[in-house]
């Protein structure tokens, strides 16, 4: 079962080794497009719609199951584990409070503490995490109804933008985000109902 998945894990070690070199390039380019109130108010409107539409569609087609894989994927996964086990500062932060380390490590435990967890960590994105998991839910539920899939996947592009242009996240936070939420979303929906 591990080598079906083999492609995720690859590419979540390239986030986490590699890309983010190139983050603070990709990361100076768009925020050179000064849209940051317009991202910022975008990124968190979506993000509600994206609660919203998910536990719609999920309850209107019967398929709540689904809806619970992504808050499984957003809220224990991403948001509680990840943020908590793993620094990385934002773009921000480095900016704001002379931090110099971009670099993704591992919490010691001594250092775990839940207060201002969300407020400092960057990785990986809970705003990509819950639009991708609704692109994925709309995907697979109405995969005919193309402009509602397109739809949601011009908001995730979107989200990406705006979380990187508001200085909250790095490129490599959005696409691990991607990463985990497709692999977990994966695992979890493998032997629900169709």
């Given at each position: 079962m591990?080598?079906?998945?083999?492609?995720?894990?690859l590419l979540l070690?390239?986030?986490?080794?590699?890309i983010?070199?190139?983050?603070?390039?990709?990361?100076a380019?768009?925020?050179?497009i000064?849209?940051?109130k317009?991202?910022?108010?975008f990124?968190?409107?979506?993000?509600?719609?994206n609660?919203?539409?998910?536990i719609?569609?999920c309850?209107?087609?019967g398929?709540?199951?689904l809806?619970t894989?992504?808050?499984?994927?957003d809220?224990v996964?991403i948001?509680?584990i990840?943020?908590?086990f793993i620094k990385?500062?934002r773009?921000?932060?480095i900016?704001?409070n002379?931090?110099v380390?971009t670099q993704i490590?591992?919490?010691?435990l001594k250092?775990?503490t839940?207060?201002?967890?969300f407020i400092?960590n960057?990785?990986p994105?809970?705003?990509?995490?819950s639009?991708y998991t609704?692109y994925?839910?709309l995907?697979e539920i109405?995969?005919?109804?193309?402009?509602?899939?397109?739809?949601q996947w011009?908001l995730?592009v979107?989200?990406i933008?705006?979380r990187?242009n508001?200085k909250a996240?790095y490129?490599s936070?959005?696409m691990?985000?991607?990463?985990?939420?497709?692999?977990?979303f994966d695992?979890?929906?493998?032997?629900?109902?169709?």
């Amino acid at each position: 079962m591990l080598i079906k998945y083999n492609h995720y894990v690859l590419l979540l070690i390239a986030c986490i080794s590699g890309i983010p070199k190139i983050d603070k390039y990709i990361t100076a380019y768009i925020q050179k497009i000064n849209t940051i109130k317009v991202s910022n108010y975008f990124s968190n409107v979506i993000c509600e719609y994206n609660v919203l539409i998910s536990i719609t569609i999920c309850y209107q087609y019967g398929v709540f199951y689904l809806w619970t894989i992504k808050a499984i994927i957003d809220f224990v996964i991403i948001n509680s584990i990840c943020k908590v086990f793993i620094k990385r500062y934002r773009p921000r932060e480095i900016e704001t409070n002379n931090r110099v380390n971009t670099q993704i490590t591992l919490r010691p435990l001594k250092e775990v503490t839940w207060d201002k967890i969300f407020i400092h960590n960057s990785f990986p994105s809970g705003h990509v995490t819950s639009s991708y998991t609704t692109y994925l839910i709309l995907k697979e539920i109405k995969p005919n109804i193309t402009f509602l899939v397109n739809v949601q996947w011009c908001l995730f592009v979107i989200t990406i933008y705006g979380r990187i242009n508001v200085k909250a996240h790095y490129l490599s936070d959005c696409m691990f985000a991607i990463c985990i939420s497709q692999l977990f979303f994966d695992i979890l929906n493998v032997n629900g109902p169709t």
